[in-house]
Nanobody, 117 residues
Framework: QVQLVESGGGLVQPGGSLRLSCAAS????????MYWYRQGPGKQREWVAD???????KYSDSVKGRFTISRDNAKNTVYLQMNSLKPEDTAVYYC???????????WGQGTQVTVSS
């Protein structure tokens, strides 16, 4: 069955770094666009970054220059390298897979990131 399993979250001090991973299985990972979203306490879920099947990346203004999304199609995994973390980055981070030009999409269960001193 389809699975997206996020890992790598945790507690980090402001200015620190974390690397999130999302391991995919049960679908043709390489042809899907991959997204990271996040939902902070009391906030709506928001888009963070995405990477197309050709490797083209996009970032929200709030993380541009600090976060890097990447993918390894051989490992069916997408990553989110997060540097210079701020308290406002505290959220549950979700991995999402979307098949281009269709309504097919899958979500992971999320991983908690807490930025606090």
């Amino acid at each position: 069955q389809v699975q997206l399993v996020e890992s790598g979250g945790g507690l980090v001090q402001p200015g620190g770094s974390l690397r999130l991973s999302c391991a995919a299985s049960g679908f043709a990972f390489s042809i899907y666009a991959m997204y990271w979203y996040r939902q902070g306490p009391g906030k709506q879920r928001e888009w963070v970054a995405d990477i197309n099947r050709d490797g083209t990346t996009k970032y929200s203004d709030s993380v541009k220059g600090r976060f890097t999304i990447s993918r390894d199609n051989a490992k069916n995994t997408v990553y989110l390298q997060m540097n210079s973390l701020k308290p406002e980055d505290t959220a549950v981070y979700y991995c999402n897979a979307k098949l281009p030009y269709s309504t097919v999409a899958y979500w992971g269960q999320g991983t908690q990131v807490t930025v606090s001193s």
